[in-house]
């Protein structure tokens, strides 16, 4: 019986981390990746933000925290927007409307 072995193949179809090929390589395998058009950018980011944040759900672990965040700081480059001002606006609306550090449930609102 002749013919040559075949390498496992594990299918991902998501946005990843810049690193990874590298470390994918690293560890004498081969990633095969692509650069996305700006528009799925958008569209995987959202993904991502939705997968991390159930990672998160899942965990709640401070290294989950972490990758939301990065995540996030993601949307708001491909956005145009800095993570200076990101924060700017969480400030400004912390200011305006407070935060959560309280921890008030909202029931119901009651019309006089």
Same mark, same amino acid.
Do not use: H, W
């Given at each position: #019986? +002749? @013919?040559?072995?075949? #390498?496992? +193949?594990?299918?991902?179809?998501?946005?990843?981390?810049?690193?990874?090929?590298?470390?994918?390589?690293?560890?004498?395998?081969?990633?095969? +990746?692509?650069?996305?058009?700006?528009?799925?950018?958008?569209?995987?980011?959202?993904?991502?933000?939705?997968?991390?944040?159930?990672?998160?759900?899942?965990?709640?672990?401070?290294?989950? #925290?972490?990758?939301?965040?990065?995540?996030?700081?993601?949307? =708001?480059?491909?956005? @145009?927007?800095?993570?200076?001002?990101?924060?700017?606006?969480?400030?400004?609306?912390?200011?305006?409307?407070?935060?959560? =550090?309280?921890?008030?449930?909202?029931?119901?609102?009651?019309?006089?």
């Amino acid at each position: #019986m +002749t @013919g040559s072995f075949k #390498m496992p +193949t594990i299918t991902y179809n998501k946005l990843v981390r810049d690193k990874i090929p590298d470390i994918i390589k690293s560890a004498g395998k081969q990633a095969v +990746t692509r650069v996305l058009t700006d528009e799925e950018y958008f569209v995987e980011l959202d993904r991502k933000l939705s997968e991390e944040c159930a990672e998160y759900q899942a965990d709640k672990s401070l290294e989950e #925290m972490a990758d939301v965040l990065e995540v996030l700081y993601a949307i =708001a480059a491909a956005r @145009g927007y800095s993570v200076e001002k990101l924060e700017r606006v969480r400030a400004e609306k912390a200011e305006k409307r407070g935060g959560f =550090a309280d921890k008030i449930f909202l029931e119901e609102v009651l019309e006089n």
